[in-house]
Protein backbone atom coordinates (compact mmCIF):
# COMPACT_ATOMS: atom_id res chain seq x y z
CA UNK A 1 0.00 0.00 0.00
CA UNK A 2 1.33 3.84 -0.83
CA UNK A 3 0.33 6.91 1.44
CA UNK A 4 -1.81 8.06 -1.49
CA UNK A 5 -3.80 4.91 -0.69
CA UNK A 6 -4.82 5.56 2.61
CA UNK A 7 -5.79 9.80 2.30
CA UNK A 8 -9.57 8.60 2.67
CA UNK A 9 -8.58 6.96 5.89
CA UNK A 10 -6.37 10.40 6.59
CA UNK A 11 -9.45 12.47 5.89
CA UNK A 12 -11.65 10.45 8.27
CA UNK A 13 -9.39 10.98 11.33
CA UNK A 14 -9.15 14.54 11.13
CA UNK A 15 -13.22 14.92 10.81
CA UNK A 16 -13.70 12.71 13.54
CA UNK A 17 -10.99 14.13 15.43
CA UNK A 18 -13.57 16.72 17.82
CA UNK A 19 -15.84 13.84 18.71
CA UNK A 20 -12.83 11.69 19.93
CA UNK A 21 -11.59 14.19 22.06
CA UNK A 22 -15.06 14.24 23.55
CA UNK A 23 -15.09 10.78 23.83
CA UNK A 24 -12.05 11.09 25.71
CA UNK A 25 -13.47 13.90 27.51
CA UNK A 26 -16.34 11.71 29.30
CA UNK A 27 -13.67 8.53 29.97
CA UNK A 28 -11.44 10.53 31.65
CA UNK A 29 -14.29 11.92 33.92
CA UNK A 30 -14.62 8.23 35.41
CA UNK A 31 -12.04 8.26 38.67
CA UNK A 32 -11.87 5.24 37.47
CA UNK A 33 -8.86 4.58 40.41
CA UNK A 34 -7.58 0.44 40.21
CA UNK A 35 -5.94 1.58 43.76
CA UNK A 36 -7.04 0.25 47.52
CA UNK A 37 -9.33 2.63 49.55
CA UNK A 38 -11.37 3.97 46.50
CA UNK A 39 -14.50 3.29 44.84
CA UNK A 40 -14.30 -0.28 43.00
CA UNK A 41 -17.55 1.33 41.32
CA UNK A 42 -15.44 3.60 39.36
CA UNK A 43 -13.36 1.07 37.41
CA UNK A 44 -16.57 -0.57 36.50
CA UNK A 45 -18.32 2.51 35.29
CA UNK A 46 -14.83 2.97 32.93
CA UNK A 47 -15.18 -0.48 31.72
CA UNK A 48 -18.82 -0.17 30.47
CA UNK A 49 -17.95 3.08 28.80
CA UNK A 50 -14.82 1.61 27.06
CA UNK A 51 -17.33 -1.23 26.16
CA UNK A 52 -19.92 0.57 24.21
CA UNK A 53 -16.48 3.02 22.71
CA UNK A 54 -15.51 -0.30 20.86
CA UNK A 55 -18.82 -1.24 19.59
CA UNK A 56 -19.61 2.11 18.69
CA UNK A 57 -16.68 1.67 16.63
CA UNK A 58 -17.83 -1.64 15.37
CA UNK A 59 -16.11 -4.04 17.13
CA UNK A 60 -17.52 -7.75 17.79
CA UNK A 61 -18.14 -9.86 20.95
CA UNK A 62 -17.41 -7.09 23.52
CA UNK A 63 -17.57 -7.94 26.73
CA UNK A 64 -16.09 -7.43 30.29
CA UNK A 65 -14.32 -10.12 31.59
CA UNK A 66 -14.51 -10.81 35.39
CA UNK A 67 -11.48 -12.05 36.93
CA UNK A 68 -11.63 -12.10 40.49
CA UNK A 69 -11.50 -9.50 42.53
CA UNK A 70 -9.95 -7.62 39.67
CA UNK A 71 -11.57 -4.60 38.55
CA UNK A 72 -12.85 -6.23 34.66
CA UNK A 73 -11.20 -6.20 31.66
CA UNK A 74 -12.67 -4.96 28.25
CA UNK A 75 -12.25 -7.62 25.40
CA UNK A 76 -13.32 -6.97 21.78
CA UNK A 77 -12.63 -8.73 18.34
CA UNK A 78 -13.13 -8.19 14.94
CA UNK A 79 -11.64 -11.18 12.63
CA UNK A 80 -13.44 -10.22 9.17
CA UNK A 81 -9.80 -10.11 7.14
CA UNK A 82 -9.69 -13.37 7.08
CA UNK A 83 -7.66 -16.67 7.93
CA UNK A 84 -4.89 -15.27 5.19
CA UNK A 85 -4.48 -11.92 6.89
CA UNK A 86 -2.18 -10.98 10.51
CA UNK A 87 -3.94 -10.98 13.77
CA UNK A 88 -2.89 -8.32 16.05
CA UNK A 89 -4.03 -7.71 19.81
CA UNK A 90 -4.20 -4.38 20.58
CA UNK A 91 -3.84 -3.04 24.18
CA UNK A 92 -4.79 -0.24 26.92
CA UNK A 93 -5.63 -0.33 30.46
CA UNK A 94 -8.54 2.36 31.61
CA UNK A 95 -7.52 2.42 35.09
CA UNK A 96 -5.95 5.28 36.45
CA UNK A 97 -3.72 6.28 39.67
CA UNK A 98 -4.66 8.22 42.41
CA UNK A 99 -4.75 11.76 42.22
CA UNK A 100 -2.12 12.60 44.55
CA UNK A 101 -2.03 16.08 46.05
CA UNK A 102 -5.24 17.23 45.07
CA UNK A 103 -4.21 21.05 45.80
CA UNK A 104 -0.92 20.14 43.56
CA UNK A 105 -3.42 20.55 40.38
CA UNK A 106 -4.11 23.56 38.68
CA UNK A 107 -7.90 22.59 37.54
CA UNK A 108 -9.81 19.64 38.98
CA UNK A 109 -8.09 16.26 38.03
CA UNK A 110 -11.66 14.85 36.68
CA UNK A 111 -12.58 17.79 35.14
CA UNK A 112 -10.81 17.81 31.46
CA UNK A 113 -9.22 21.34 31.00
CA UNK A 114 -7.05 22.40 27.67
CA UNK A 115 -4.75 24.96 28.09
CA UNK A 116 -1.84 25.93 25.37
CA UNK A 117 -2.77 22.45 23.39
CA UNK A 118 -2.40 19.84 26.23
CA UNK A 119 -5.52 18.38 27.79
CA UNK A 120 -4.92 18.35 31.30
CA UNK A 121 -6.86 15.56 33.71
CA UNK A 122 -6.02 12.35 35.49
CA UNK A 123 -5.47 9.62 33.12
CA UNK A 124 -6.12 11.64 30.25
CA UNK A 125 -2.78 10.53 28.72
CA UNK A 126 -2.28 7.71 31.29
CA UNK A 127 -3.62 5.51 29.49
CA UNK A 128 -6.79 6.52 27.97
CA UNK A 129 -5.67 8.06 25.51
CA UNK A 130 -4.53 4.40 24.52
CA UNK A 131 -7.56 3.25 24.82
CA UNK A 132 -9.53 5.94 22.49
CA UNK A 133 -6.39 5.42 19.83
CA UNK A 134 -7.16 2.28 19.41
CA UNK A 135 -10.77 3.03 18.98
CA UNK A 136 -10.54 6.07 17.02
CA UNK A 137 -7.84 3.74 14.39
CA UNK A 138 -10.67 0.91 14.31
CA UNK A 139 -13.45 3.45 13.44
CA UNK A 140 -11.66 4.97 10.75
CA UNK A 141 -11.12 1.74 8.98
CA UNK A 142 -14.52 0.38 9.43
CA UNK A 143 -16.34 3.30 8.62
CA UNK A 144 -14.72 4.81 5.84
CA UNK A 145 -13.86 1.10 4.53
CA UNK A 146 -16.16 -1.36 5.96
CA UNK A 147 -13.09 -3.72 6.79
CA UNK A 148 -9.87 -3.49 8.45
CA UNK A 149 -6.64 -5.16 6.15
CA UNK A 150 -6.08 -7.57 9.48
CA UNK A 151 -8.18 -8.73 12.37
CA UNK A 152 -7.76 -6.93 15.27
CA UNK A 153 -8.52 -7.93 18.70
CA UNK A 154 -8.63 -5.75 21.51
CA UNK A 155 -8.14 -6.20 25.42
CA UNK A 156 -8.22 -2.92 28.05
CA UNK A 157 -7.07 -3.86 31.34
CA UNK A 158 -8.59 -2.28 34.23
CA UNK A 159 -5.68 -3.10 36.88
CA UNK A 160 -2.61 -1.97 35.45
CA UNK A 161 -2.18 0.62 37.95
CA UNK A 162 -2.08 -2.00 40.55
CA UNK A 163 0.42 -3.88 38.94
CA UNK A 164 -1.92 -6.45 37.13
CA UNK A 165 -2.12 -8.83 40.53
CA UNK A 166 -4.87 -11.23 38.51
CA UNK A 167 -2.74 -11.44 35.40
CA UNK A 168 -1.50 -14.71 35.73
CA UNK A 169 -5.81 -15.80 36.31
CA UNK A 170 -6.57 -13.79 33.44
CA UNK A 171 -4.12 -15.29 30.95
CA UNK A 172 -5.56 -19.17 32.06
CA UNK A 173 -9.00 -18.16 31.39
CA UNK A 174 -8.73 -15.83 28.58
CA UNK A 175 -5.60 -16.41 26.71
CA UNK A 176 -6.41 -19.10 24.19
CA UNK A 177 -8.88 -16.30 22.59
CA UNK A 178 -6.40 -13.28 22.58
CA UNK A 179 -3.71 -15.38 20.33
CA UNK A 180 -2.35 -12.85 17.63
CA UNK A 181 0.31 -12.60 15.65
CA UNK A 182 1.85 -9.25 17.00
CA UNK A 183 0.98 -7.33 20.49
CA UNK A 184 0.64 -3.59 20.12
CA UNK A 185 0.69 -1.62 23.47
CA UNK A 186 -0.44 2.14 23.63
CA UNK A 187 0.89 2.93 27.33
CA UNK A 188 4.21 4.73 26.23
CA UNK A 189 6.09 8.06 26.34
CA UNK A 190 7.50 9.39 22.83
CA UNK A 191 11.05 11.06 22.47
CA UNK A 192 9.29 14.37 22.19
CA UNK A 193 6.61 16.24 21.06
CA UNK A 194 5.93 15.36 17.31
CA UNK A 195 8.94 12.89 17.50
CA UNK A 196 7.51 9.10 18.14
CA UNK A 197 9.51 6.24 19.73
CA UNK A 198 9.61 2.64 19.54
CA UNK A 199 10.07 1.53 23.49
CA UNK A 200 12.45 -1.81 23.80
CA UNK A 201 12.91 -1.95 27.17
CA UNK A 202 11.26 -1.77 30.54
CA UNK A 203 12.49 -1.97 34.16
CA UNK A 204 10.68 -4.60 36.06
CA UNK A 205 8.88 -3.56 39.59
CA UNK A 206 8.16 -4.66 43.02
CA UNK A 207 6.40 -3.32 45.68
CA UNK A 208 7.33 -3.80 49.40
CA UNK A 209 5.97 -2.61 52.69
CA UNK A 210 7.80 -2.07 55.59
CA UNK A 211 6.56 -1.78 59.45
CA UNK A 212 9.10 -0.72 62.23
CA UNK A 213 8.01 -1.01 65.79
CA UNK A 214 9.31 0.28 68.86
CA UNK A 215 6.70 0.47 71.78
CA UNK A 216 3.34 -0.88 72.34
CA UNK A 217 1.47 2.32 71.96
CA UNK A 218 2.61 5.87 71.63
CA UNK A 219 3.70 7.94 74.52
CA UNK A 220 4.38 11.22 76.15
CA UNK A 221 7.15 13.00 74.04
CA UNK A 222 8.05 15.14 76.76
CA UNK A 223 8.35 12.58 79.74
CA UNK A 224 9.89 9.43 77.45
CA UNK A 225 11.77 11.68 74.85
CA UNK A 226 15.49 10.67 74.72
CA UNK A 227 15.75 7.19 76.27
CA UNK A 228 13.14 5.82 74.57
CA UNK A 229 13.25 5.37 70.53
CA UNK A 230 10.31 6.46 68.33
CA UNK A 231 9.47 4.31 65.09
CA UNK A 232 9.67 6.94 62.96
CA UNK A 233 13.33 7.68 63.78
CA UNK A 234 14.03 4.49 63.54
CA UNK A 235 12.69 4.74 60.07
CA UNK A 236 14.09 7.35 58.96
CA UNK A 237 17.33 5.93 59.50
CA UNK A 238 16.89 2.71 58.36
CA UNK A 239 15.26 4.00 55.30
CA UNK A 240 19.09 5.70 55.08
CA UNK A 241 20.56 2.31 54.96
CA UNK A 242 19.26 1.77 51.11
CA UNK A 243 21.39 4.11 49.29
CA UNK A 244 24.77 4.93 49.36
CA UNK A 245 26.37 8.87 49.03
CA UNK A 246 25.10 9.09 45.49
CA UNK A 247 21.90 8.02 46.40
CA UNK A 248 22.45 4.37 44.05
CA UNK A 249 20.74 1.19 45.90
CA UNK A 250 23.32 0.59 48.80
CA UNK A 251 21.61 -3.16 49.30
CA UNK A 252 23.89 -6.27 48.93
CA UNK A 253 22.64 -8.69 46.78
CA UNK A 254 19.42 -6.80 45.43
CA UNK A 255 21.75 -5.71 42.24
CA UNK A 256 22.83 -9.20 41.73
CA UNK A 257 22.53 -10.19 38.13
CA UNK A 258 21.87 -6.73 37.34
CA UNK A 259 22.94 -7.18 33.40
CA UNK A 260 25.23 -3.96 32.10
CA UNK A 261 23.62 -2.18 28.63
CA UNK A 262 25.09 -4.15 25.42
CA UNK A 263 26.96 -1.96 23.12
CA UNK A 264 23.80 -1.13 20.46
CA UNK A 265 22.21 -0.19 24.04
CA UNK A 266 24.93 2.27 24.77
CA UNK A 267 25.01 3.48 21.06
CA UNK A 268 21.35 4.43 21.61
CA UNK A 269 21.28 6.05 24.58
CA UNK A 270 24.69 7.79 23.21
CA UNK A 271 22.33 8.81 20.11
CA UNK A 272 19.59 10.26 22.05
CA UNK A 273 21.72 12.30 24.36
CA UNK A 274 20.64 13.80 27.80
CA UNK A 275 19.52 17.17 27.81
CA UNK A 276 20.29 17.68 31.41
CA UNK A 277 18.19 21.10 32.10
CA UNK A 278 15.44 19.77 29.59
CA UNK A 279 15.44 16.73 31.99
CA UNK A 280 15.30 18.70 34.95
CA UNK A 281 12.62 20.81 33.91
CA UNK A 282 10.24 17.92 32.81
CA UNK A 283 10.98 16.07 36.21
CA UNK A 284 10.27 19.46 38.34
CA UNK A 285 13.18 19.59 39.60
CA UNK A 286 13.97 22.32 42.21
CA UNK A 287 17.25 24.46 41.62
CA UNK A 288 19.91 23.38 43.31
CA UNK A 289 18.47 19.72 43.62
CA UNK A 290 21.53 17.31 42.65
CA UNK A 291 20.87 13.98 39.89
CA UNK A 292 21.30 11.05 42.16
CA UNK A 293 22.43 7.23 40.97
CA UNK A 294 25.48 5.61 39.97
CA UNK A 295 27.90 8.45 38.56
CA UNK A 296 29.53 6.49 35.99
CA UNK A 297 26.52 6.01 34.53
CA UNK A 298 24.55 7.86 31.99
CA UNK A 299 21.38 9.49 33.03
CA UNK A 300 19.21 7.35 30.28
CA UNK A 301 21.09 4.34 31.64
CA UNK A 302 20.29 5.26 35.29
CA UNK A 303 16.53 5.32 34.02
CA UNK A 304 16.60 2.14 31.41
CA UNK A 305 18.97 0.04 32.75
CA UNK A 306 19.42 0.34 36.55
CA UNK A 307 17.82 -0.48 39.70
CA UNK A 308 15.96 2.00 41.98
CA UNK A 309 14.54 1.90 45.83
CA UNK A 310 11.94 4.31 46.44
CA UNK A 311 9.93 5.37 49.47
CA UNK A 312 6.64 6.35 47.74
CA UNK A 313 4.14 6.67 51.13
CA UNK A 314 4.50 6.51 54.88
CA UNK A 315 1.66 5.78 57.94
CA UNK A 316 2.67 8.35 60.18
CA UNK A 317 0.27 11.39 61.57
CA UNK A 318 -0.12 14.52 59.03
CA UNK A 319 1.68 17.58 60.81
CA UNK A 320 -1.62 19.35 61.79
CA UNK A 321 -2.78 15.82 63.24
CA UNK A 322 0.67 15.22 65.35
CA UNK A 323 0.80 14.91 69.13
CA UNK A 324 3.74 15.50 71.39
CA UNK A 325 4.84 11.52 71.24
CA UNK A 326 7.24 9.04 70.42
CA UNK A 327 5.34 6.94 67.43
CA UNK A 328 4.82 3.30 68.46
CA UNK A 329 4.74 2.09 64.61
CA UNK A 330 5.43 3.41 61.37
CA UNK A 331 4.84 1.99 58.13
CA UNK A 332 6.74 2.86 54.37
CA UNK A 333 5.87 1.53 51.50
CA UNK A 334 8.66 0.77 49.10
CA UNK A 335 8.52 0.92 45.04
CA UNK A 336 11.31 -1.27 43.32
CA UNK A 337 13.13 -1.52 39.83
CA UNK A 338 14.59 -4.07 38.38
CA UNK A 339 16.87 -4.01 35.73
CA UNK A 340 17.64 -6.25 32.92
CA UNK A 341 19.20 -9.51 34.30
CA UNK A 342 17.87 -9.41 37.82
CA UNK A 343 15.37 -11.83 39.47
CA UNK A 344 13.14 -10.02 41.58
CA UNK A 345 12.34 -12.98 43.52
CA UNK A 346 16.33 -12.39 44.31
CA UNK A 347 16.40 -9.10 45.05
CA UNK A 348 13.39 -8.79 47.19
CA UNK A 349 14.70 -11.51 49.04
CA UNK A 350 18.27 -9.03 49.44
CA UNK A 351 15.86 -6.41 49.99
CA UNK A 352 13.75 -8.25 52.96
CA UNK A 353 17.38 -9.69 54.43
CA UNK A 354 18.69 -6.14 54.41
CA UNK A 355 15.77 -4.15 56.37
CA UNK A 356 15.68 -7.06 58.74
CA UNK A 357 19.19 -6.76 60.05
CA UNK A 358 19.73 -3.36 59.58
CA UNK A 359 17.13 -2.17 62.02
CA UNK A 360 18.43 0.31 64.61
CA UNK A 361 17.59 0.48 67.95
CA UNK A 362 16.60 -3.11 68.17
CA UNK A 363 13.38 -2.42 66.19
CA UNK A 364 11.05 -4.94 65.08
CA UNK A 365 10.91 -4.88 61.46
CA UNK A 366 8.15 -7.00 59.78
CA UNK A 367 8.26 -7.12 56.12
CA UNK A 368 5.29 -7.48 53.62
CA UNK A 369 5.77 -8.39 49.92
CA UNK A 370 3.15 -7.25 47.16
CA UNK A 371 3.17 -7.67 43.16
CA UNK A 372 6.39 -8.00 40.93
CA UNK A 373 7.38 -8.41 37.46
CA UNK A 374 10.81 -8.77 35.74
CA UNK A 375 12.27 -6.65 33.31
CA UNK A 376 11.70 -7.07 29.32
CA UNK A 377 13.66 -6.37 26.49
CA UNK A 378 13.19 -6.91 22.58
CA UNK A 379 14.98 -5.99 19.43
CA UNK A 380 13.37 -3.89 17.10
CA UNK A 381 13.77 -6.13 14.24
CA UNK A 382 11.86 -8.35 12.12
CA UNK A 383 8.24 -7.84 10.08
CA UNK A 384 6.78 -6.28 12.53
CA UNK A 385 8.86 -3.15 13.62
CA UNK A 386 9.59 -2.62 9.85
CA UNK A 387 6.15 -1.81 9.78
CA UNK A 388 5.42 -0.36 12.59
CA UNK A 389 8.55 2.55 12.08
CA UNK A 390 7.18 2.72 8.53
CA UNK A 391 3.69 3.58 10.13
CA UNK A 392 4.89 6.36 12.69
CA UNK A 393 7.07 7.76 10.27
CA UNK A 394 3.67 8.10 8.51
CA UNK A 395 1.71 9.19 10.96
CA UNK A 396 3.94 12.13 12.57
CA UNK A 397 6.35 12.84 9.45
CA UNK A 398 9.41 11.68 11.86
CA UNK A 399 11.07 8.43 12.00
CA UNK A 400 10.94 6.77 15.49
CA UNK A 401 13.48 6.79 18.28
CA UNK A 402 14.57 3.62 19.56
CA UNK A 403 14.49 3.91 23.51
CA UNK A 404 14.11 1.83 26.78
CA UNK A 405 11.69 3.54 29.66
CA UNK A 406 12.04 3.08 33.37
CA UNK A 407 8.75 2.47 34.02
CA UNK A 408 7.01 -1.34 34.12
CA UNK A 409 4.30 -3.19 32.02
CA UNK A 410 3.65 -6.55 33.88
CA UNK A 411 1.31 -7.35 30.82
CA UNK A 412 4.12 -7.25 27.99
CA UNK A 413 6.66 -10.38 28.78
CA UNK A 414 3.92 -12.79 29.97
CA UNK A 415 1.38 -12.02 26.89
CA UNK A 416 4.48 -12.35 24.58
CA UNK A 417 5.46 -15.53 26.24
CA UNK A 418 2.10 -17.12 26.35
CA UNK A 419 1.60 -16.17 22.64
CA UNK A 420 4.89 -17.54 21.21
CA UNK A 421 7.16 -14.94 22.03
CA UNK A 422 4.99 -12.68 19.29
CA UNK A 423 6.86 -9.28 18.87
CA UNK A 424 5.61 -6.25 20.97
CA UNK A 425 5.53 -3.00 19.70
CA UNK A 426 5.29 -0.61 22.89
CA UNK A 427 4.52 2.86 21.19
CA UNK A 428 3.81 6.32 22.71
CA UNK A 429 1.19 8.46 23.48
CA UNK A 430 2.41 10.42 26.46
CA UNK A 431 5.70 12.83 26.19
CA UNK A 432 8.14 14.52 28.56
CA UNK A 433 5.86 16.67 30.08
CA UNK A 434 3.36 14.63 30.41
CA UNK A 435 4.14 14.26 34.13
CA UNK A 436 2.32 10.52 34.34
CA UNK A 437 1.27 9.86 38.09
CA UNK A 438 1.71 12.98 38.90
CA UNK A 439 -0.33 16.22 39.66
CA UNK A 440 -1.37 17.91 36.33
CA UNK A 441 -1.01 15.15 33.96
CA UNK A 442 -1.44 15.82 30.66
CA UNK A 443 -1.70 15.29 27.02
CA UNK A 444 -0.41 16.79 24.19
CA UNK A 445 -3.68 17.42 22.03
CA UNK A 446 -1.99 17.29 18.26
CA UNK A 447 0.66 14.17 19.32
CA UNK A 448 -2.73 12.24 20.03
CA UNK A 449 -4.13 12.78 16.81
CA UNK A 450 -0.84 11.95 15.36
CA UNK A 451 -0.42 8.66 17.36
CA UNK A 452 -4.16 7.86 16.17
CA UNK A 453 -2.92 8.04 12.28
CA UNK A 454 0.10 6.32 13.08
CA UNK A 455 -2.10 3.33 14.46
CA UNK A 456 -4.19 3.45 11.33
CA UNK A 457 -1.11 3.35 8.89
CA UNK A 458 0.33 0.50 11.55
CA UNK A 459 -2.97 -1.91 10.62
CA UNK A 460 -2.22 -1.34 6.39
CA UNK A 461 1.60 -1.76 7.03
CA UNK A 462 1.42 -5.02 9.48
CA UNK A 463 -1.13 -6.46 6.76
CA UNK A 464 1.42 -5.85 4.05
CA UNK A 465 4.42 -7.27 6.12
CA UNK A 466 2.83 -10.54 7.70
CA UNK A 467 0.42 -11.12 5.52
Given at each position: M??S????L ?19 R??S???D ?39 A ?10 T ?8 V ?10 S ?32 A ?43 V ?7 Q ?8 A???M ?32 L ?16 S?G ?46 W ?10 D ?58 A ?27 I??C ?16 V ?14 H ?5 L ?5 R ?18
Amino acid sequence: MTTSDRTDLVAAVHERFDDVLDRLDRLVRIPSVSADGHDPEQPRRSAEMTADLLREAGMDNVRLAEVGAAPPYVLAEWLGAGDDAPTVLLYAHHDVQPVGTPEGWTSPPFEPTLRDGRLYARGAADDKAGVLAHVAAVEAWLATRGQLPCNVKVVIEGEEEIGSPHLFEFLTAHGDELQADVIVLTDLMNWQVGWPSLTVALRGMGEVSVTVRTLEQPVHSGMYGGPVPDALTATARLLATLHDEHGDVAVAGFSEGLREPTPVERDRIAALAADHHQIREDARMLDGVEYVGAPDAALWERVWYRPTITPIGMDVPSTTAAGNTLLAEVTTKLSCRFAPGMDPIRSLDALTAHLETHAPFGARVEVTRGHHNAAWTAEPDGPAFTAAARAMALGYDHEPAILGCGMSIPFVQPFSDAFGGVPCLLVGIEDPATNAHGEDESLHVDDFRRAILAEVHLFAELADELG
